[in-house]
């Protein structure tokens, strides 16, 4: 992931309400929430929701599929592990094998894929 990537990421993430929204994605997994359940549990008004969740999906941090009438979100995992990778890419002093395991404590390569 590019400099200019994580920005976008981060910066997408440093609103608490894209913060929540992301953290709720991650619970739900790879089947993801529709727009209007995201909204409803947050309690956030619909149309706000739109602006985030665009905002989160030009990060590449959310993907949308459309399914009859409703729109689901979901995370988008290799990406969120991506970012955290480089997050801590140079963990221990740029020696891995002290940190190996660190990324595959917080999101394993198995999970949710």
Do not use: W, Y
């Not at 440093?14 to 993801?32: D, I, M, Y």
């Amino acid at each position: 992931m590019e400099f200019k990537e994580v920005v976008s990421a981060l910066s997408a993430l440093a609103q608490e309400t894209r913060l929540r929204v992301f953290r709720l994605l991650v619970e739900a997994g790879p089947e993801g929430l529709p727009a209007t359940e995201i909204a409803d549990r947050l309690g956030v008004r619909h149309n706000l929701m739109s602006t985030h969740l665009t905002i989160l999906a030009n990060a590449g941090l959310t993907t949308a599929r459309r399914e009859g009438r409703r729109v689901f979100h979901s995370i988008e995992f290799e990406n969120t592990r991506s970012l955290l990778s480089f997050l801590v890419e140079d963990c221990c002093n740029g020696c891995p094998e002290k940190c190996a395991s660190l990324l595959d404590e917080i999101l394993p390569a198995s999970a949710c894929a």
